[in-house]
Every structure is written in structure tokens, then in C-alpha cells.
């Protein structure tokens, strides 16, 4: 097809307003010599996927001229909540059971998604404008009760010390992640044999919890907390980034 035979709304755009391209892309563009989207659709598939240097390019290319085409499956990286808090739940001791019942809806999504994560990370915004953050690591774990005391280690580290400063939003999230199907067992790198016996344990308890509280609803069973504590604050809501999953409303 011919740049002349494309529809002519395009032309009035800008490279900016095509999405994924953001001002690093424009910048290589631009050294391309590619300046505007005249230029732009002028190009062959062959010439944009070596501007992009990579498939993208050629996606783009079909992309411009009306091609239907198929995600492209990514690989999950991470999977992590945050709340900005009401008044009432700002003061610290309050806000623990927030990043609890983050901590176990996260643990809950990545069960679901039969994953492990390997690490995890947790910042809160103090009221003051202060940001405090840390993160750790573990034995790959999918568990509820492995992650509630990676968040005890560091909630000690980053709130206790300042046990009097109101907490304006917290967020955990869980990284290094490995679908299930691809842990497989390391003779080097792998806990004792009871402490293998107990994570098992801990796993399938978690797993029971999930299944609970998909049938009779959220919060019907927690760990760490009271239902209580967590039933005045929890609830999924539709995020910019990502429209939720429908098992993410009894989790």
C-alpha cells in the first residue's frame, strides 16, 4: 500500500501520539530520520524493524495500515498492590493491617496464577513527604505466610523506627517470579527438610483459604489478622494500568 492510499487522518497526527512510542523512541526516530508520520509511513516494514530493532517495528508497520494482530504474550514480572489510606488507617498501627491484606491478596494472585516469586519489596509514603522502602529475598515461595513475615522484617525496619509518623499510602509487591511448572527442585539452593515439610504445609493451607473465600467471599478466612480488620478497607478496584481478573473480587 501506498503512503497516498493510507486514510489521511493519520497524517495529522504525531509520532508522540502512536502508543509505545515514548521520548526515547521519538529521539531514534529522529537520528532515523523520521520526523513526522508522513516520513514515518513512507517507510517499509523491513526499514522500521530496523529502527526499532526488533519485531516491534514491523507490528507497527501492519499496525498503521488497519492489521488486526494478536497480543503478544509477555512474561509476568510482578504482581503487587497498593492502598492510599483513609484518615482513620494512617496512624502505624492501623496501617500494618493494610499492607497485611495487601500481602495476601498478592499471595492469593500468585497462587492463582501458579507462579513462585522469589523476592519482595515493600514502600510506604509517610505524611510528612517522607518515602521509605526496602526488599528482600527468599527461597521461591508462593505461600501466605511466608510473605506476612518478609512484610514483619521489613515493617520493622522501615515503620518501627518512626512508630509516631502517620502513613500516607503503602504498597508490596512480589518480583523474581518462575511459573510453577518451571521450579524444579535444586540440590544447592533449597531449605532443610523440615523447612521444606513446613512450606509445603503452609502452601496448602494458603491454597484451602483461597478456595474458602472464592466460595463464601473475601476475607471469610485471613492470616495474621481478623476479618474485621480487614473487611473495612479491602475490595478490588479497576486500576488505570490493568482491568482485574473476576476471581480478584473474592480474593
Known sequence: MHPSDLPHRLFGLTLRDLPGIGASMEKRLLRAGIADMKTLLAQDAR???EVWGNIWGERMWQLLRGAD?????TARRTVGHSHVMAPEFRPPDQAIHIARRLTLKAASRLRRMDYYAGAMSFSARLECGLRVDDHTSCWRAQDSRTFLDLLDGMWA???APR??????KVAVTLYDLQPADSVAPDLFDQPCDAGRSSR???????RAMDQLNQRFG???VLLGM?????????GTRIA???????QEFRE
Not at 509445603?200 to 494458603?206: C, D, P, T, Y
Request: charged share 35%; hydrophobic share 30%; with cysteine.
Open 157 to 159: 525496619r522501615c515503620i
Open 218 to 220: 473475601r476475607d471469610t
Open 47 to 49: 526499514r522500521l524493524h
Open 200 to 206: 509445603l504445609k503452609s502452601e496448602r493451607i494458603s
Open 240 to 246: 488505570f494500568t490493568r482491568i482485574p481478573d473476576l
Open 69 to 73: 494482530l494478536p497480543e503478544i504474550e
Open 226 to 234: 481478623l476479618p474485621r480488620h480487614g473487611q473495612r478497607f479491602s
Open 163 to 168: 512508630p509516631t509518623l502517620p502513613i500516607k
